[in-house]
């Protein structure tokens, strides 16, 4: 898992799906713990304009050639179809952070070679994120 946790995070830049303008909900901290760690990240979210002061994309097909990595911080019915639209996107890693992961979406992603990281992990824990 560590080797898999390594290469997520050797993108260039990063998305969340599930990213909330709510600071107490996980889609924002995920958001703000990439911001926390100097990392080019782009919020995912159909309903907000802004997040954190970040332009967002209303759904990963609309996210920058670049984005390579993404935190999935949905419901696991929503997972699947992020997941679907990921890997047309071309998006290479995955994590699904825990509460979000679907058997399904995690079976979609082996069979389409992502690196997929949804074994309760949380990259809130993995980067160290503080809320201040």
Known sequence: MKEQIE???RAGAFAVAGAS???????NKVLRCYLQQGRRVVPVNPREAVIEG?????????????VK????????????AVVTA???QGIENIWMQP??????AVDNCLRHGINVIADGSCLLVVLGYHDH
């Open 7 to 9: 290469r997520f995070l």
């Open 69 to 80: 990595s993404l935190s999935i911080v949905t419901p696991p019915a929503v997972t699947e």
């Open 99 to 104: 509460g979000s992961q679907s058997p399904a």
């Open 54 to 66: 970040l332009p967002c994309v209303a759904s990963v097909a609309e996210l920058p050639s670049e």
């Open 21 to 27: 303008a709510n600071r107490d909900k996980f889609g």
């Open 86 to 88: 990921a890997i047309a």
